[in-house]
């Protein structure tokens, strides 16, 4: 069972583990710096489609498959999901014919960490035997959802951020491989009062803050404690903005302080302003990137740093001001306990 350590960390002495991972993207994905370790790329933005909308819960779709198709036959007890439209239609769209228990989350952007969190703790209760958690989202249909439709042609401001076209699913098992997930922070609701809904970066950094000092303060560990730290697309201002609100607290990142919405793009050359973001975004990434590199041997330590805007079309039309979260979960490649 799960070990409380300090206020707002979990210690997971089962230890689950990752069987299996996958990623799907759209073309401006594929054509950035990961586009080697996706398991499909797709062309067409509209997933044979007729709609952005039905396009997102087709691509999640394929994205279970295969990551489904990598797991060697195992069928998950749970699917643990969501995405950015209203009542998270995509993903339940994506599981309805599938026949597997489903929890819907909400986390927006920090969805696939809390998904990866939640999986976690309900294998190392022993109350589930496997779990995948998955998340993704579409940037015609979240430009639809939050601004304005493609056709009005709206201008992005510098400190935009571009929505990924991208899923990402992760199986969990109790008696898991290599990868295993060993701590969950959870992350505190915090609002900086940015209103501004072209700045995602700037409204989750202090989310980011307050989870990985909580992190830090509980576990006794630092950023010397980890190969790597990644944080779920804050996008270059966000990603710059944390640095410093870092190192006024006397920690020094360096090189290993990296942010999934900097990494999926090549910022000087597919003008996406400063940087992805979106529910597919740190999903991409970690299915991609972050967990094969590990199986490779590249990082055997990592804290996945998923960060949330907490904010919906109505709120901002009211004035109200962007609250963010971030939920932080240890990843671990090595022999199980």
């Known amino acids: 069972?799960?070990?409380?350590?300090?206020?707002?960390?979990?210690?997971?002495?089962?230890?689950?583990?990752?069987?299996?991972?996958?990623?799907?993207?759209?073309?401006?994905?594929?054509?950035?710096?990961?586009?080697k370790g996706f398991d499909e790329v797709s062309a067409d933005s509209y997933f044979g489609q007729d709609s952005w909308e039905k396009a997102e819960t087709t691509m999640l779709g394929r994205c279970l498959d295969h990551c489904l198709q990598k797991a060697d036959g195992v069928k998950p007890d749970c699917i643990l999901g969501g995405d950015l439209l209203n009542q998270c239609v995509s993903s339940a769209f994506a599981v309805k014919e599938r026949g597997i228990p489903y929890l819907g989350l909400y986390g927006a952007c920090s969805t696939m960490a809390e998904g990866l969190a939640l999986a976690a703790l309900l294998l190392d209760g022993g109350g589930l035997s496997s779990a995948l958690a998955f998340t993704g989202s579409h940037f015609c249909a979240a430009e639809r959802q939050y601004r304005f439709p493609l056709e009005y042609g709206g201008q992005r401001t510098p400190s935009s951020q571009w929505t990924v076209t991208g899923a990402g699913a992760v199986l969990l098992a109790?008696?898991?491989?290599?990868?295993?997930?060993t701590h969950v922070t959870t992350g505190r609701v915090v609002d900086a009062g940015v209103t501004d809904a072209n700045n995602m970066g700037a409204a989750m950094a202090p989310a980011a803050h307050d989870t990985l000092l909580a992190h830090f303060d509980d576990t006794g560990r630092d950023f010397d404690d980890y190969?790597?730290?990644?944080?779920?697309?804050?996008?270059?201002?966000?990603?710059?903005?944390?640095?410093?609100?870092?190192?006024?607290?006397?920690?020094?990142?360096?090189?290993?302080?990296?942010?999934?919405?900097?990494?999926?793009?090549?910022?000087?050359?597919?003008?996406?302003?400063?940087?992805?973001?979106?529910?597919?975004?740190?999903?991409a990434v970690l299915c991609a990137h972050i967990l094969p590199a590990m199986e490779r041997g590249v990082w055997r330590r990592v804290l996945f740093a998923g960060t949330g805007a907490l904010m919906s079309p109505l709120t901002c039309q009211q004035g109200c001001s962007i609250p963010g979260v971030c939920h932080a979960v240890t990843i671990e490649r090595g022999e199980r306990a």
Not at 174 to 180: E, K, P, Q, S, T
Not at 258 to 268: M, N, S
């Open 227 to 283: 190969d790597a730290v990644f944080t779920g697309d804050l996008g270059a201002v966000g990603h710059d903005i944390l640095q410093d609100l870092l190192q006024k607290d006397g920690l020094s990142p360096g090189l290993k302080y990296l942010d999934c919405g900097v990494l999926i793009y090549d910022l000087l050359t597919q003008d996406v302003h400063a940087g992805g973001s979106g529910c597919g975004c740190s999903a």
């Open 174 to 181: 109790r008696d898991g491989g290599a990868l295993n997930i």
């Open 1 to 35: 069972m799960a070990k409380r350590i300090g206020k707002r960390t979990l210690a997971l002495p089962e230890r689950p583990g990752v069987l299996a991972c996958a990623s799907v993207v759209g073309g401006k994905e594929g054509a950035g710096p990961l586009k």
